[in-house]
């Protein structure tokens, strides 16, 4: 079995994420369309934030770099990270009138979901290179990226300033590819900038329509996920990770293996944030020095826990909470029928 990544143990933080801050506004009245939605719950949002909470509350420490608007919406966001025990020294606040994005969320049924994104002039869109804190990453044992940052400037040179820093003070890289097809100008330019940032990277997590969008500058027609994984061990990764939706996902390793791990039953609500709970979970094992398959169906579990519930990151589940799920599940006492 392929063992975890190795990490700097002497390092002080364990964890760093950079990238988009937002709020989510979950609808109240599920099972009905949006248009028949009529109040809305505020939570924290983004996906590298959610990863962030979802690091924190299964007890690493933990940081953001990022950008706020300078209204109660950034308040609220900022506020929250602290209550949370995450260091939020690296976000600063944006000055030149910017707003907080905004993702409303639509729940048909537990499948059928959709989000409808405000992001016209965002904050975090607005993070500088100037602006990534070098000591933040530096005291960082793991760094994550996540691809909506790349979709614009300047947030996307903050980016590459990061990993950079990752670079050069010898930060394992995770990218989650969170693809938004709204922040982007075309898909030849989505295209090139996740792959300059994908070649820095030790952990790739993405769906198979993300791994597609990456290829389309090259030639794997039959969208094999082999040879999708193998282009990046040609690089810096050591594990790609390649989603499938309920068909589950599949790791790939730079010795040539592959692994999945055993799903989890949930009492689903809604469909988002599966993906950060899952990278959370997933992380978190690595960091733990387990295996591949292990930190896999813990990170299915923790997704499980979420999309049972009506918010991301009020939802992200601390440890034991995750250990007891998995349990819970092997004996027969939690089924898709009954949570």
């Known amino acids: 079995m392929s063992k975890a990544i190795q990490f700097d143990t002497a390092k002080p933080l364990d964890f760093v994420a950079v990238g988009r801050l937002c709020i989510d506004l979950n609808a109240n009245e599920i099972n009905r369309p949006m248009e028949e939605t009529v109040t809305f719950t505020k ?69 059928d979901c959709s989000i409808l994104m405000y992001r016209d002039n965002v904050a975090d869109l607005l993070l500088e290179a100037g602006e990534v804190r070098e000591e933040l990453i530096a005291e960082a044992k793991l760094l994550l990226i996540s691809g909506t940052a790349l979709a614009q400037s300047p947030s996307r040179e903050a980016v590459f300033q990061a990993l950079d820093y990752a670079k050069k003070h010898g930060a394992v890289i995770a990218f989650d590819l969170d693809y938004r097809p709204y922040t982007w100008t075309s898909d030849e330019e989505t295209a090139v900038y996740y792959n ?11 769906t198979r329509e993300e791994f597609d969008m990456m290829e389309r500058l090259g030639n794997n027609p039959e969208r094999d996920d082999h040879i999708t994984a193998a282009k990046w061990f040609n690089h810096s990764a050591d594990i790609v990770i390649i989603k499938h939706g309920k068909d589950g996902s599949i790791a790939y390793t730079k010795d040539g293996s592959s692994h999945r791990a055993r799903s989890f039953p949930a009492k689903v609500v809604k469909t988002f944030g599966a993906g950060d709970s899952y990278a959370a979970g997933f992380l978190y094992g690595l960091m733990q020095g387990w295996d591949i398959s292990a930190s896999m169906e813990f990170g299915s579990a923790a997704a499980c826990i979420v999309i049972s519930s009506h918010s991301c990151s009020d939802a992200m589940p601390k440890a034991p909470q995750v250990h007891a799920y998995i349990e819970a599940c092997l004996k027969g006492e939690i089924t898709a029928a009954s949570n």
Request: net charge positive.
């Open 43 to 111: 939570y924290v949002g983004g996906s590298p934030a959610n990863i962030c909470i979802g690091m924190s509350r299964l007890g690493l420490k933990s940081a953001f770099i990022g950008k706020v608007a300078n209204d109660q919406m950034g308040r609220f966001i900022t506020g929250y990270l602290n209550k949370e025990g995450i260091d939020a020294s690296g976000v600063t606040v944006d000055r030149t009138g910017a707003v907080t994005g905004l993702a409303f969320t639509e729940i048909k049924s537990p499948t």
């Open 196 to 206: 300059l940032a994908a070649e820095k990277c030790d952990i790739i997590i993405g």
